[in-house]
């Protein structure tokens, strides 16, 4: 990555500390660093420490350096800006913009993606001030880390912690490189997370592990690549990202009318969605008795249709379709050869294999898969943070989406970025 011009806002918490690992993180991957604490931070780490670290000067007076109007030149020469640790009282702040110091006025006049990684005691992140403010923060894009759960300052633990240093630097690095590719600009790509449930009785649901976050990643990850995103959502246990057009489904066929619709003319289709195979053949209008069988009970349940495979089957013209496969097989050419098989049969463009089980692959923060091509080939190896395998993922479909349109037009250059 080129050296970007990284502003790292620190504000008034005890985790300032540790903002010194995030700033000496990018410092030594030959970012150029300015550090833009706050009046508070400067309580918890001194300047000169902030100024040796990043090797650049350190400003937090608003009226220091009028002539050169710092309060916004900071700001428009940033390409990233981090802020770590966030507290409550600088959400707040950014939320309503607010500019009544040299960090809000930098953020104000920046247009670079902004990454924040809150800090503080748990009641204050659980208060419905502060999640209202993230959401809103959310909503406009900017990037979350955390809170990590954990020893909080004093006795107590839970949610509020700060992030670790390299966490923040590895989120921000990769939003940055996402915000700079805009190699999806102008295409329309629709991502399907989370995992259906199939109600039983007004109660009760058969469903499954899957959380939405690879899929959420994918959205995410192409929104910041510049396409236009819908995400169909289902039962998600994360976030929504920001910027994307979500439409909430819960069922198989909720699902499949959702993305059939979306589907039409998009560039990109991603069935990240666990998909229930089957459904109860009846749902009881009233709460299904524990005397209802005889000491036991059946269920009889039924086909769901394979949405995935009904697109790939059906015409697709010019719609690049991406399938998942979630397998437990442990050999590696086993799985691959499951994927190979699942990706011919439902006719999609390529198929992200993914090995799951009791603890790996659904609601962790990392993923390890593999990426098969039309001609069975392997055309990706992914692992890391869900963020990261969504950039690895897409990666493919960019390179994949540049090799169609030079096909389908062989005299103008397309670059394949
Ligand atoms: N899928 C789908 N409709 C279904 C089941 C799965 O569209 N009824 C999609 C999933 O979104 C995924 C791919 O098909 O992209 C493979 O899902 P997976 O659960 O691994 O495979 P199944 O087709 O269900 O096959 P099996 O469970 O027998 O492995």
Not at 312 to 340: M, Q
Not at 397 to 413: G, M, N, Q, R, Y
Request: charged share 20%; with cysteine.
């Amino acid at each position: 990555m080129s050296p970007l011009n990284v502003v790292v806002g620190i504000t008034g918490g005890i985790a300032a500390y540790k903002a010194v690992g995030v700033v000496r993180a990018l410092v030594l991957a030959g970012h150029d660093v300015h550090v833009v604490p706050t009046e508070g931070a400067l309580r918890f780490v001194g300047r000169p420490t902030l100024e040796a670290i990043s090797r650049n000067p350190v400003h937090a007076d608003l009226y220091e350096g009028v002539a050169e109007v710092r309060h916004v030149a900071i700001g428009q020469a940033a390409d990233l800006i981090v802020i770590a640790p966030a507290t409550a009282n600088t959400i707040a702040k950014l939320a309503t913009g607010l500019a009544d110091d040299l960090l809000g006025n930098t953020v104000l006049a920046s247009e670079a993606p902004l990454v924040i990684a809150p800090a503080m005691h748990t009641e204050m992140w659980r208060h419905p001030a502060t999640q209202a403010n993230i959401a809103t923060l959310r909503s406009r894009g900017v990037t979350i880390v955390g809170p990590a759960v954990g020893q909080l300052t004093g006795a107590d633990s839970g949610p509020g912690r700060m992030e670790e240093p390299d966490v923040i630097v590895a989120a921000a690095l990769e939003r940055a490189a996402a915000s700079a590719r805009h190699d999806l600009a102008g295409r329309r790509v629709v991502v399907t997370a989370g995992g259906t449930r199939e109600p039983l009785d007004p109660v009760r649901f058969l469903g499954n592990r899957s959380s939405g976050k690879q899929g959420v990643a994918i959205a995410e990850a192409a929104r910041a690549r510049g396409a236009a995103v819908t995400l169909i959502a289902a039962n998600l246990e994360v976030g929504e990202p920001a910027g994307c057009d979500v439409r909430r489904v819960s069922t198989a066929l909720e699902l499949q009318q959702a993305v059939t619709e979306a589907a039409r003319g998009a560039d990109v289709v991603v069935m990240a969605a666990a998909v229930a195979d089957y459904r109860p053949a009846g749902v009881s209008e009233s709460k299904i008795k524990k005397d209802a069988g005889d000491g036991g009970l059946t269920l009889e349940l039924v086909r769901n249709p394979d949405i995935l495979a009904g697109l790939g089957h059906a015409p697709h013209d010019g719609t690049l379709l991406v399938g998942f496969a979630a397998e437990t097989e442990s050999d590696d050419e086993r799985l691959l050869d499951l994927g190979r098989a699942k990706r011919e049969a439902k006719g999609a463009d390529f198929l992200v294999v993914n090995r799951v089980g009791w603890t790996e692959g659904f609601a962790a923060d990392e993923n390890r898969v593999v990426v098969v091509g039309r001609s069975g080939d392997v055309v990706a190896r992914a692992h890391g943070t869900k963020m990261s395998v969504a950039d690895d993922i897409l990666d493919v479909v960019v390179s994949e989406l540049a090799t169609a349109a030079a096909a389908a037009d062989p005299t103008e250059e397309h670059e394949s970025r």
